[in-house]
């Protein structure tokens, strides 16, 4: 299965210098645990519930920018890679969020290690079948 058969939706995003209040009511709104941190068009991070956790563990207000706390830096993915390549590109990278990009480097979607290791689980499962 290609990476770009996991993309559901458009990526939920949030730019840099929004609150985290701000942040956290998109994801509840959106129904999502991360959001992509866009700036200038471009995807420089993640912003996590991880992050929101974090950040109120390190009384850290919710009035702060989004940029303050989110984890920096994003790693990409082309759509028609495998999703074992995805798993053990997130693995290598130790993180739980790939930002998935078309064949000329346009962002199409984000997949989480949640979503790739489901996927992985369902193919081994119908192959198992045979």
Same mark, same amino acid.
Request: hydrophobic share 45%.
């Given at each position: 299965m290609?990476?770009?058969? %996991?993309?559901?939706?458009?990526?939920?995003?949030? *730019?840099?210098?929004?609150?985290?209040?701000? *942040?956290?009511?998109?994801?509840k709104?959106?129904?999502?645990? +991360? %959001?992509?941190?866009?700036?200038?068009?471009?995807?420089?991070g993640?912003f996590?519930?991880?992050d929101?956790?974090?950040?109120?563990?390190?009384?850290?207000s919710?009035?702060e920018?989004? +940029? +303050?706390?989110?984890?920096?830096? &994003?790693v990409?993915?082309? *759509?028609?890679?495998?999703?074992?390549?995805?798993?053990?590109?997130?693995?290598?990278?130790?993180?739980?969020?790939?930002?998935?990009?078309?064949?000329?480097?346009?962002?199409?979607?984000?997949?989480?290690?949640?979503?790739?290791? /489901?996927?992985?689980?369902?193919?081994?499962?119908?192959?198992? &079948? /045979?």
């Amino acid at each position: 299965m290609d990476v770009g058969e %996991l993309i559901k939706r458009e990526p939920v995003k949030v *730019a840099p210098d929004s609150s985290i209040r701000e *942040a956290c009511v998109i994801m509840k709104r959106e129904g999502v645990g +991360s %959001l992509l941190v866009e700036s200038g068009g471009n995807p420089v991070g993640f912003f996590t519930e991880r992050d929101v956790i974090n950040a109120i563990a390190n009384g850290i207000s919710l009035d702060e920018k989004v +940029s +303050s706390v989110m984890t920096q830096g &994003v790693v990409t993915i082309q *759509a028609d890679k495998d999703v074992s390549e995805a798993i053990l590109l997130m693995n290598n990278e130790g993180i739980r969020h790939l930002v998935v990009v078309d064949g000329q480097g346009k962002v199409i979607g984000v997949i989480s290690m949640r979503e790739a290791a /489901w996927a992985l689980n369902s193919m081994t499962l119908d192959s198992s &079948v /045979w």
